[in-house]
């Protein structure tokens, strides 16, 4: 048997938890949640690095990877103006940082990520906060 029935306990409330916060979030409070995503992972990788543990550096830079794409592939890059088109170059940037990290061995661009990415994800933040909540149905 895999999946949530084969997962301790405490790991089965964690997942269901967040698959609920998921669910019930509103677009921009996804993004927020990719950010932070992308941020722990970027904790992950920048700590397994400092102790040699490539299995969980790759896993950990890989996630960051397909967070990265992930926000990338959402821009509408015809009606999102400038913004969009600048945030595509900076998650390219991103991209290509993260691989970086993974050819040179070194948490440098690691670190590099993370600051671009820390003020974006309050920039995110501040805007899902003073956000108007949708309207229910």
């Known amino acids: 048997m895999t999946g949530a ?5 405490p790991a089965r409330a964690a997942t269901q938890y967040m698959h609920t916060q998921v669910r019930s979030s509103t677009p921009l409070e996804l993004v927020v ?3 932070d995503a992308a941020l722990a992972s970027a ?4 700590d397994a690095m400092t102790r040699k ?7 950990a830079l890989s996630r ?7 926000l990338q592939n959402t821009l509408d890059l015809e009606g999102g103006g400038q913004i969009a088109k600048d945030l595509d170059a900076l ?9 970086d990290a993974t050819v040179q061995q070194s948490a440098r661009p690691i670190d590099d990520a993370v600051r671009v990415l820390k ?3 309050d ?14 149905p």
């Open 91 to 99: 998650y390219a940037w991103l991209t290509s940082r993260l691989l």
């Open 5 to 9: 029935a084969t997962m301790p306990r």
């Open 43 to 46: 904790a992950t990788a920048r």
């Open 53 to 59: 543990d490539i299995p969980t550096r790759r896993a």
């Open 33 to 35: 949640l990719l950010y």
């Open 123 to 136: 920039a995110w933040k501040t805007i899902a906060t003073e956000s108007p909540a949708p309207a229910q």
């Open 119 to 121: 003020p974006l994800r």
């Open 64 to 70: 960051m990877l397909a967070i990265i794409a992930e």
